[in-house]
C-alpha cells in the first residue's frame, strides 16, 4: 500500500506549472476554468439521484448511475488538472483518467445496446396518427350507427375503446419518456472521449489485473443489458395486442347483428392475465396494488372481447375508485372460482370512495354516474355483454368510504359443444 501510495505521489517530475512558466494569469485562468468545469460535473450526479429518488418507476436508473459515475470521473480528473499545477502527482491523474475511461467504455456500451428497442418506441407524432385514425374510425362509427338507430350501442363502443386506447396511451408515454431521460445522445461524445484516452486505456487493458478483467465484465454487462431490452420487447408486444383489441372491438360492432355471442374455447384465468397486463401500467401510475387470488377453471366457452371489455371497465372503475382514497393503501382484489359445475364467478373489488345505497339499484343504468366527467355508458355497456353471454353482472357496497365489489358470473356452457366438452375433460 506504501508502494502504490509513493508511486501515485512520485515527486520526481516537474508539477505543471512550471509549463505555464508560473504566470499568473495563465495559471489562475485554467483553475478558475477547471473549477467551474469540476462544480458542474459534481453537481450532475446528484441531480441525477435526486430524479431517480422522485421517479422511482423509471426503469433506467442503472443508466442514469453510469452517467452519474462518468461524469463524477470526468469532473475528479479536473481536480486533478488543478492538482498537478503544484504538485506533480501524475501518476494519480492517470490513474483517475484509466477509471473515467472504463466507467466511458461502458456508458457508451450500455447506450448502444439501448438504440435497437429505443428506435422501436413509438414518437408521440406516431401515436398522433394512430389515435387520429382511430378517432376517424369512431366517428364514421357513431354516424352509421346514428343512422341505424344504434346510437347507444355506438356510445358503448367508444366507452370500450377509450378504456383500451388509455393504457394504449399510457404505456407508449412511459416507454418513450424513459429511452428519451437515458440521454442516447450523448453516445457520439462518450465515444470520442474514449479517442481521447486510446493510449492510456491500452495499456490499462493489456497489463493492469482490473483492466484484463474488463471484457470478462463488459460480457457480464452486455447480458445484463440484453435482459432489460427484452423487457422492452415485452412491453412493446402488450401494446400490440392492445391496439389488437381495439381492432377487434371495431369490427365486431361494424357487424353488429342483434345480440349474437360469439363463442370459443379459452382459458378464463389466461384471459384475466391479458386484462391485468393491460391495465397494469395504468395501475403502477396511480400506486394501486393489485392483488390476484385465481382458481383454476377448466376450459370453458367465452366470448373473449365481451368478457374482456367488462373486467377492463370494472377495473378502470375501481382505479378511479381510489383517486380520491388518502389515508390508506389503494388495493384492488381480483378473484377468480368456479360457483358449481356450472357457474363461474370473477370479482373485482377495491377499498375506494363506495357507493351510497341509493346509487346501488342505479349504477348499471345508462348515463347514471357520479363523477364529474363520467358518462355512465361503462357499466351499462358491461352489463348488456354479461346478459348476451348467458351471465350476470351484480354490486355491493357497505356505503361511501367502504370500497365496492362487482362480481361476474358467467355459465361455462361445456354442455353446448361437444369441442368443448372433450377440452374440458
Given amino acids: 500500500m506504501n508502494d502504490l501510495l509513493a508511486l501515485l505521489t512520485d515527486n520526481r517530475f516537474m508539477p505543471h506549472g512550471h509549463c505555464y512558466l508560473w504566470r499568473p494569469d495563465l495559471l489562475w485562468t485554467n483553475v478558475i476554468a477547471d473549477s467551474l468545469i469540476t462544480l458542474s460535473y459534481v453537481s450532475i450526479p446528484f441531480t441525477l439521484l435526486y430524479f431517480i429518488h422522485k421517479r422511482k418507476d423509471v426503469p433506467f436508473d442503472w443508466m442514469l448511475a453510469a452517467f452519474g459515475v462518468f461524469i463524477l470521473a470526468c469532473g475528479t480528473s479536473h481536480v486533478m488538472e488543478i492538482l498537478t499545477i503544484w504538485q506533480p502527482y501524475y501518476w494519480l491523474s492517470a490513474l483517475v483518467k484509466v477509471i473515467t475511461a472504463v466507467a466511458s467504455v461502458i456508458t457508451a ?45 355506438a356510445t358503448n363502443v367508444l366507452h370500450n375503446v377509450g378504456n383500451v386506447l388509455n393504457s394504449v396511451n399510457v404505456s407508449a408515454q412511459v416507454l ?35 483492466g484484463r478483467a474488463l471484457p470478462d465484465y463488459l460480457g457480464k454487462l452486455a447480458e445484463a443489458l440484453a435482459t432489460e431490452q427484452q423487457g422492452m420487447i415485452n412491453e412493446l408486444a402488450q401494446l400490440t395486442r392492445c391496439i389488437g383489441h381495439i381492432k377487434e372491438i371495431v369490427a365486431t360492432q361494424q357487424s353488429y347483428a342483434g345480440n349474437s355471442s360469439v363463442l370459443e374455447p379459452g382459458s378464463l384465468r389466461e384471459l384475466i392475465e391479458d386484462v391485468v397486463r393491460i391495465c397494469e401500467v395504468s395501475l403502477v401510475r396511480h400506486h394501486v396494488t393489485l392483488v390476484k387470488e385465481f382458481r383454476d377453471i377448466p376450459v370453458m366457452a367465452l366470448d373473449k372481447h365481451k368478457v374482456l371489455q367488462i373486467l377492463i371497465n370494472l377495473i378502470n372503475n375501481a382505479r378511479q375508485a381510489l383517486d380520491s382514497v388518502k389515508d390508506r393503501p389503494s388495493r384492488i382484489i381480483l378473484r377468480l372460482k368456479a360457483v358449481d359445475n356450472q357457474r363461474v364467478r370473477v370479482e373485482v373489488e377495491d377499498n375506494g370512495e363506495g357507493i351510497a345505497s341509493d346509487n346501488l339499484a342505479r349504477v348499471f343504468e345508462h348515463g347514471f354516474t357520479t363523477r364529474v366527467d363520467g358518462h355512465g355508458f361503462g357499466l351499462h355497456s358491461c352489463i348488456l355483454a354479461a346478459h348476451e353471454m348467458g351471465g350476470e353482472l351484480t354490486v355491493q357496497s357497505a356505503g361511501p368510504g367502504q370500497g365496492a365489489l362487482f362480481v361476474l358470473e358467467l355459465p361455462m356452457a361445456l354442455d353446448q359443444d361437444p369441442c368443448l366438452r372433450a377440452m374440458g375433460d
Fill in 176 to 210: 418513450y419518456e424513459k429511452v428519451h431521460t437515458s440521454k442516447g445522445q450523448g453516445v457520439a461524445k462518450v465515444v470520442q472521449l474514449m479517442k481521447d484516452h486510446a493510449d492510456d486505456l491500452g495499456n490499462f487493458i493489456s497489463r493492469d489485473p482490473k
Fill in 109 to 153: 456500451i450500455l447506450l448502444i445496446r439501448l438504440v435497437p428497442a429505443a428506435l422501436k418506441i413509438p414518437s408521440p407524432q406516431q401515436m398522433a396518427q394512430v389515435n387520429d385514425e382511430l378517432r376517424e374510425a369512431q366517428a364514421e362509427l357513431v354516424t352509421t350507427a346514428r343512422r341505424a338507430g344504434m346510437a347507444e350501442i
